[in-house]
């Protein structure tokens, strides 16, 4: 998943249950590896630590639990970057309005800028953020446009291209979110419609997270039986 080469392993059921959540999944890696640590790292404060996700490059560090009790919540993390730095600002910082500003989350250049409290309570949510553009603007629109064209033409995750959430009105009618090319570098991702849902083929190759090739999320069916 999210992959420009090498494997992604998800780990079986019997290994989650023993400890082993996720390891060496390479997830959004395009070269190296990520470790998703094991349920007893988790509970021992180092939550996630060094996981290069989503990384061309460089490291990506979780902090750990201590860390996130004492204010510095995800700060410097290089979070889906291809170079610059993803800074996730303090919990005093979130108490204070200034919500996730500047982070260049999942940027190829440019700045995303997630608006303050303030800003989201009028309006304005999300918007122009460049959230994973490799270029081009990514609008999240107002909650005044939230009724009835929701993120409609938002280019998220898109190296060229328009990604489309289909409005409230389309999605009360069986076409969810169908052509979205979402994380696409080219081609189209189709989520299937309710109907389809409702019968098995759930998600049925979307090329989802892809640069070229395509990901097959299983049928009901195929699920059930391993």
Do not use: L
């Not at 080469?5 to 959540?21: D, L, N, P, R």
């Not at 730095?85 to 303090?90: D, E, I, L």
């Amino acid at each position: 998943m999210g992959q420009c080469a090498g494997t992604t392993t998800w780990v079986s059921v019997e290994k989650q249950q023993h400890g082993s959540v996720w390891r060496n999944n390479n997830m959004g890696q395009c070269g190296g590896t990520t470790t998703w640590v094991s349920v007893e790292e988790q509970q021992h404060g180092s939550v996630w630590r060094n996981n290069n996700m989503g990384q061309c490059g460089g490291t990506t560090t979780w902090v750990s639990v201590e860390e996130q009790q004492h204010g510095s919540v995800w700060r410097n993390n290089n979070m889906g970057q291809c170079g610059g730095t993803t800074t996730w600002v303090s919990v005093e910082e979130q108490q204070h309005g200034s919500v996730w500003r500047n982070n260049n989350m999942g940027q190829c250049g440019g700045t995303t800028t997630r608006f303050s409290v303030e800003e989201q309570q009028h309006g304005s949510v999300w918007r122009n953020n460049n959230i994973v553009q490799c270029g081009g603007t990514t609008t999240w629109v107002s909650v005044k446009e939230q009724h009835g064209s929701v993120w409609r033409n938002n280019n998220m995750g898109q190296c060229g291209g328009t990604t489309t959430w289909v409005s409230v009105e389309e999605q009360q009618h069986g076409s969810v979110w169908r052509n979205n090319n979402t994380v696409q570098c080219g081609g189209t991702t189709t989520r299937f419609s309710v109907e389809e849902q409702q019968h098995g083929s759930v998600s049925r190759n979307n090329s989802m997270g892809q640069c070229g090739g395509t990901t097959t999320w299983f049928s009901v069916e195929k699920q059930q039986h391993g």
